[in-house]
């Protein structure tokens, strides 16, 4: 490698353990010196955990017939594949109700709203260079034009007590109905957090805060009016809570 530079490749090879045990010392000596790429590298890695833990056991599992003939013929890198898993990936384990605070427990059940909301979570999350479409800088703009899409006011909830600062957010398909939209937040450490919000599916009235929890990674979702909210963020149940109590309040006109 070049001692003066290190190249977006290597770095992904790094992250990935593709590198020969000397090249790696070599690229461990670079990060040494260099603690801005160094918490870059970190911050891949953790997505690379965060990745495995959620869907190493979905990779075990069969591949749909449908996705065969596919798969045959491509060959996607392993982060967009796992992506790509999360399709037909149905968010399990759903522990509990959570009605303003008070648990009731419920059954394992298959939620599009919040699937889709995870899927955009670690695909934009993982995102270095472009985690959103348009910055916190631009709170204003970015608030009114998600807000006329989705035909519905909108706020950016303060979460900064719990640590997170608003980043920005996207535009994103959301279900048969129209539009969605993302925005993001990121501690000082680099841990992040998406607030997802889509006109409600049909069929779908008020709900209470309810929570699916998949190795590590939580769900938090409710309905109000004509949207539905999800915040997805790796933390306790409790702080997201709080933090979607926060949210409600923020979003209730």
């Known amino acids: 490698m070049n001692t003066s530079t290190l190249s977006e ?19 461990e000596a670079y990060l040494a010196e260099h603690p801005d790429i160094d918490k870059r590298v970190k911050s891949y890695q953790e997505q690379n955990r965060m990745l495995h833990g959620l869907f190493d056991h979905v990779l075990a599992e069969p591949l749909p017939d449908k996705l065969a003939a596919v798969t045959a013929r491509k060959s996607w890198h392993k982060r967009y594949w796992v992506a790509a898993m999360m399709g037909w990936f149905i968010i399990g384990g759903l522990t509990g109700y959570l009605w303003r605070g ?25 995102e270095m260079l472009h ?79 309810r929570i699916a929890d998949q190795d590590g990674q939580q769900v938090m979702y409710w309905a109000e009016d004509n949207l539905s909210f999800a915040l997805i963020g790796e933390t306790d149940h409790q702080r997201l809570l709080e933090m979607a109590q926060v949210t409600y309040q923020a979003m209730s006109f």
């Open 9 to 27: 490749s290597e770095i992904q090879a790094y992250v990935d353990g593709h590198l020969s045990p000397e090249h790696s010392a070599q690229v």
């Open 102 to 126: 008070e648990v009731t427990h419920t059954v394992m059940v298959s939620v599009p709203f919040a699937e889709r909301a995870a899927i955009a979570h670690v695909v934009y999350t993982a």
């Open 131 to 209: 985690p959103v479409e348009v910055g916190a800088d631009q709170d204003s703009h970015l608030v009114q034009w998600l807000a006329r899409r989705l035909g519905h006011p909108l706020h950016t909830p303060d979460l900064s007590k719990f640590g997170y600062q608003l980043m920005g957010g996207r535009l994103l398909p959301g279900n048969s109905k129209g539009v969605a939209a993302q925005f993001m937040y990121q501690t000082t450490v680099g841990r992040r957090l998406t607030l997802y919000i889509s006109v409600k599916d049909k069929g779908t009235g008020q709900t209470a805060f």
